[in-house]
Nanobody, 129 residues
Framework: QLQLVESGGGLVQPGGSLRLSCAASGFKLAYYAIGWFRQAPGKEREGVSC????????NYADNVKGRFTISRDSAQNTVYLEMHSLKPEDTAVYYC??????????????????????WGQGTQVTVSS
């Protein structure tokens, strides 16, 4: 069974950091583009970051650029999202998704959900004092 499981969410104070994990089972993440998306209460889901199928291309939404870093550990079959300088507006449920037919070397469409075939159940991130 193909499955993605996110973890690492929680409550953090503004300015704090968290590392989210997206672990895959049933398939190798190294062959897939991985996207991180988030959905805040009352808002539509938005793209946060992505890493290309090759692992060479990464991209970030403007509102997280410079604060978030996406990376992949093929040996662990896991993709990470390091989040620093967190703000209350980063509060959301964070989802990872995998797509096997997206661009190989680059990850240009960070906002688009098109092409992502598998989704995790999400992990809650709350930034509050």
């Amino acid at each position: 069974q193909l499955q993605l499981v996110e973890s690492g969410g929680g409550l953090v104070q503004p300015g704090g950091s968290l590392r989210l994990s997206c672990a895959a089972s049933g398939f190798k993440l190294a062959y897939y583009a991985i996207g991180w998306f988030r959905q805040a209460p009352g808002k539509e889901r938005e793209g946060v970051s992505c890493i290309s199928r090759s692992g060479e291309g990464t991209n970030y939404a403007d509102n997280v650029k410079g604060r978030f870093t996406i990376s992949r550990d093929s040996a662990q079959n896991t993709v990470y999202l390091e989040m620093h300088s967190l703000k209350p507006e980063d509060t959301a449920v964070y989802y990872c998704a995998a797509g096997g037919r997206l661009e190989y070397y680059s990850c240009s469409g960070v906002e688009s959900e098109v092409g992502y075939d598998y989704w995790g159940q999400g992990t809650q991130v709350t930034v509050s004092s």
